[in-house]
């Protein structure tokens, strides 16, 4: 038998944790995307879900990554141009649920790419700033101003991953 390795859970810097928590909340959406088409959920359901998450939540965050974060890197730099391909495909994605809200394909490429999104900023984007940022530099981004969250939740009432 196999010895399991242990996972050491990374220590997130003070000016990163409101992002990580948010994270976990896209995490969230992509699992109740998930669990609503493992139980043969009316797509328009996740749809509309997915449509009211992203202007509550996720479209606030990725202005404020796009804000806050990406001009401590210089432009060219790899991981900001991943990021913001990846909050433009995210975009485009919501953009045509707007008008195709049964296309079953479009849910689950978005639960598939907010994962994977939100796996790159945790285990390599998040991981390079705080390498590579000067102490002066995170503790001014703890003093930007974010718009609090309050999760994709709040006021929704069609719990379609509890069916």
């Not at 944790?17 to 139980?39: D, N, P, Q």
């Not at 390498?131 to 101003?145: A, F, G, H, V």
Request: charged fraction near 30%; charge should be negative; include cysteine.
């Amino acid at each position: 038998m196999e010895k399991q390795q242990k996972v050491t859970p990374i220590k997130r810097h003070e000016a990163l944790v409101s992002y990580s928590k948010e994270h976990h909340t896209g995490l969230l959406l992509s699992w109740k995307i998930r669990a609503g088409k493992r139980l043969k959920v009316e797509e328009s359901r996740i749809s509309a879900y997915i449509l009211y998450a992203f202007q509550q939540e996720l479209d606030q965050h990725f202005r404020d990554e796009e804000q806050y974060l990406c001009p401590l890197l210089p432009e060219e730099h790899e991981g900001i141009r991943q990021l913001l391909n990846e909050h433009g495909e995210l975009r485009q994605l919501v953009e045509q649920m707007v008008s195709q809200p049964d296309n079953g394909e479009l849910t689950t490429a978005f639960a598939d790419k907010l994962e994977a999104h939100i796996r790159f900023e945790e285990r390599i984007f998040f991981n390079y700033l705080q390498s590579n940022l000067s102490t002066q530099q995170l503790t001014e981004l703890i003093s930007k101003e974010r718009h609090a969250q309050e999760g994709c939740d709040s006021g929704w009432k069609d719990l379609f991953w509890l069916n």
